[in-house]
């Protein structure tokens, strides 16, 4: 019997013995989606995990089935059984082939052979054994699926367990570590919906008896568009249990909202008031039951931060961090506050799993970088400092040269697909009004809004452009420049592009501004950032979005206090005001600005690596897929070969793309990928696919027919012009039909049956391989 058969005989009945899918509350989950393969370039996927059963309790996720078919051995599917049990954290696993049934315990290790498989009720027990009515009550409420039609990804669901877990457990502060894009708020979400329909609130929560009433919970971000995207995602609560807090609603009716479940504002929203007296003090300190801090480093959970005064004052609350960024120095006191993250999913994690888009980075340096004043440059405004070295923090804050912006401008409009969005990151508000102007100007677009500024000063018509920036089915604007407002939390699935024109200052900023571009958008294979300011520095962690470690250095200095209103602040605001010396260039010196590009490549595990590193590793990885030259060149010479070591290769993360910037640097890209592997692997010059080409035809002569050679000449030249992949076996069709003129029959009657085209297609393959040295 093959897998199949074994499941449906042996398997489901065991199953279905033990009250799988019978008892109630029980269920069978078949071909369960743990992640979707890391992407890898032109539409590709690496492998997908599926688990071939999880079996569910009381809505909880509680062990993992492993099938292998009747003629395997027993303990075939262990390791995979082990690998998707720890990737959705459940304690028990299984591996059968319908013959027997072994068993894992993944926490105290102990494994074996089975008689039967556990009930539901027996596995309940085995996994929970203390207690614990909350947990249970939270247990029985579902996850909302919209109906049956969505499910959350593996990770979220654990994320929502432990935060649950450690209410049921007592405790106040909690901290979630999850990568942006990741689905925090949907996270945020399902909590509340167990909250809200389990009755959770503080004035019960140690009581025996059933609950008495609903929660308040209140979700508080420090920017409208948080505040509001998040109102949008929990839509599936009633309409009366969610209320939108904002400062023209509590002055028109004179006091603010209290009737409702789920809230929803802004630190600054609560800061202000009249009178000077903050807003949040017209709430009773334990007036709200659970509260969701959004983007939590940043300054709620601060010791001198102005809006830690909010927390204090709701101390009563049980706190639920969010965060997309691991402990450093810059953020500890936001882990010294909330402790130690219940759960953490890493920018890594989600790029590895499919669930985030891969990133590369074009690293730009150019012959202005810094800039020492000379007699013949103008200075046009303000008192230029003689012999001072103006470095990249200096630009457009105390000295402005036009001239070098447009020139970065140019390189950056030359690089990018003019068409794809795109964010670039200024140094202040005026810096993204001046690269507004440039890109408009060098644009090949006809549109006057192509690109548009979005930072602070640009109040509603700013927002606005952001809305529109965040519509998938709008093309306008298509870049937008901003200074710090866009850094973080900013949801617009389909930015291809991330330019950096400001210092990054810290890991964590730079995890944020990443975030940007991460998200899943269809069609949309990787991002690029092209990073004009030495910020690839920044990427050279190593612990690379690994777990939270202890930084070894002191807390930083205090936050600058915010002022109260009800605004979003800039950080340009507190910036002193400083008139800048703006410079003109010489004539020759503009015309003359010079710039040198490289491009980082990035190892599955999440690190960064140089081209050389790139090819170490490269060189590493080739002897676990062919053994000398000649393997390679028999592998590359059939296409279903080559395409199993490409497949392979990619898996390694080595996918077509990395390979094509290979090609870019050893000056191969007329050449054949092959050629990337034969120099990479043994050292061999390449040669370009026209003297390949040239060589193949001079053997292929006396093997195939004058109709024949002339398709072959057909297809060669395709070769040549595009590349390999025009020799994969599923190009036969579209280049017999092009060639033929959409008539399969004339081809047919010219090069023979379909059988023998294909082997004609596949067979003249190796004389563009073979070795002639």
Not at 242 to 270: E, H, M, W, Y
Request: charged content about 30%; some cysteine.
């Amino acid at each position: 019997m093959n897998e199949a058969e074994t499941r449906a005989e042996h398997i489901d009945p065991a199953l279905a013995a033990a009250g799988w899918g019978k008892v109630e509350g029980s269920r069978v989950r078949r071909e369960y989606p743990i992640t979707l393969g890391r992407l890898e370039g032109a539409g590709r996927r690496g492998k997908a995990l599926s688990a071939d059963y999880v079996l569910e309790y009381r809505n909880t996720k509680l062990a993992v089935v492993e099938a292998k078919a009747w003629d395997k051995a027993l303990t075939e599917g262990v390791g995979q059984a082990k690998d998707y049990a720890a990737k959705l954290a459940v304690r028990f696993t299984y591996a059968s082939n319908g013959q027997g049934i072994y068993g894992i315990d993944m926490q105290t290790g102990a494994e074996g052979e089975l008689k039967a498989y556990p009930t539901p009720e027996e596995l309940w027990a085995l996994s929970f054994a203390t207690p614990n009515a909350w947990r249970d009550r939270f247990a029985a409420v579902p996850f909302e699926d919209r109906g049956g039609f969505f499910q959350g990804r593996y990770y979220q669901d654990i994320a929502v367990e432990r935060v649950l877990a450690a209410l049921a457990a007592g405790r106040k502060r909690i901290l979630l570590t999850l990568a942006t894009g990741t689905g925090k708020t949907f996270i945020a979400f399902q909590i509340a919906w167990k909250l809200f329909h389990s009755r959770w609130n503080l004035n019960d929560w140690k009581c025996a008896e059933e609950p008495t009433r609903r929660p308040r919970v209140l979700f508080l971000a420090d920017r409208n568009i948080l505040a509001d995207q998040a109102f949008n995602a929990f839509s599936a609560f009633p309409d009366d249990a969610l209320v939108r807090i904002a400062p023209d609603d509590i002055r028109k009716k004179g006091k603010v909202p209290k009737n409702g479940s789920i809230f929803f504002t802004i630190f600054q929203t609560f800061m202000s008031g009249a009178d000077g007296a903050p807003y949040f003090g017209d709430y009773p300190p334990d007036f709200f039951d659970f509260i969701v801090i959004d983007e939590c480093h940043r300054g709620g959970a601060n010791d001198e931060g102005n809006w830690r005064g909010i927390l204090d004052y709701f101390a009563p609350a049980v706190q639920l961090g969010l965060t997309a960024t691991p402990k450093r120095k810059d953020n500890v006191d936001t882990y010294a506050y909330f402790g130690e993250p219940v759960f953490v999913y890493s920018l890594k994690d989600g790029i590895n799993d499919g669930y985030l888009t891969p990133f590369r980075v074009r690293q730009i340096a150019t012959t202005l970088d810094d800039y020492v004043f000379t007699p013949d440059d103008t200075v046009v405004e303000g008192e230029i400092e003689a012999g001072k070295r103006y470095e990249e923090a200096d630009f457009n804050r105390i000295i402005e040269i036009r001239e070098r912006e447009k020139k970065r401008v140019e390189i950056f409009m030359g690089q990018i697909d003019q068409r794809e969005k795109t964010l670039v990151f200024c140094a202040n508000q005026t810096h993204a009004l001046v690269i507004r102007d440039l890109v408009n100007q060098l644009k090949t677009s006809t549109d006057p809004n192509y690109c548009q500024r979005v930072t602070a000063d640009d109040g509603a018509l700013g927002e606005q452009w952001l809305r529109d920036f965040q519509d998938n089915e709008k093309s306008i604007p298509t870049i937008l420049t901003t200074s710090q407002k866009l850094s973080t939390g900013v949801d617009a699935r389909n930015v291809r592009n991330i330019v950096l024109l400001r210092p990054v200052n810290s890991m964590i900023e730079f995890k944020q501004i990443i975030g940007r571009g991460t998200r899943l958008f269809d069609g949309k294979d990787y991002f690029t950032i092209y990073d004009f300011v030495r910020a690839h520095h920044h990427f050279n962690d190593v612990e690379w979005d690994g777990e939270p470690i202890e930084p070894d250095i002191p807390y930083p200095p205090p936050a600058p206090r915010l002022p109260p209103e009800a605004r979003e602040p800039d950080p340009d605001d507190r910036q002193p005001p400083r008139r800048r010396v703006k410079v003109k260039l010489a004539d020759g010196k503009a015309r003359h600005i010079q710039h040198m590009m490289a491009t980082s490549f990035w190892h599955p595990d999440g690190t960064p690596m140089s081209a050389a590193q790139f090819m170490e590793a490269l060189f590493g990885k080739l002897p676990e897929f062919f053994g000398d030259e000649d393997e390679l060149r028999a592998l590359w010479s059939a296409p279903d070969t080559r395409r199993k070591l490409l497949a392979g290769l990619a898996e390694k993360g080595f996918g077509a793309d990395q390979l094509a910037e290979m090609q870019k640097l050893i000056d191969a890209e007329k050449s054949d990928l092959f050629d990337v592997l034969a120099h990479v692997g043994y050292a061999l010059e390449p040669l370009t696919r026209e003297e390949r080409a040239a060589k193949a035809k001079t053997l292929i002569g006396g093997h195939f027919s004058d109709r024949q050679r002339s398709f072959l000449d057909f297809v060669l030249s395709h070769y040549v012009s595009v590349g390999v992949e025009e020799l994969d076996q599923s190009k036969l069709t579209p280049l017999l039909k092009l060639k033929y003129h959409d008539s399969i029959a004339d081809a047919v009657a010219d090069l023979g049956r379909p059988d023998e085209i294909g082997k004609v297609f596949s067979g003249f393959q190796r004389y563009l391989y073979v070795d002639q040295s």
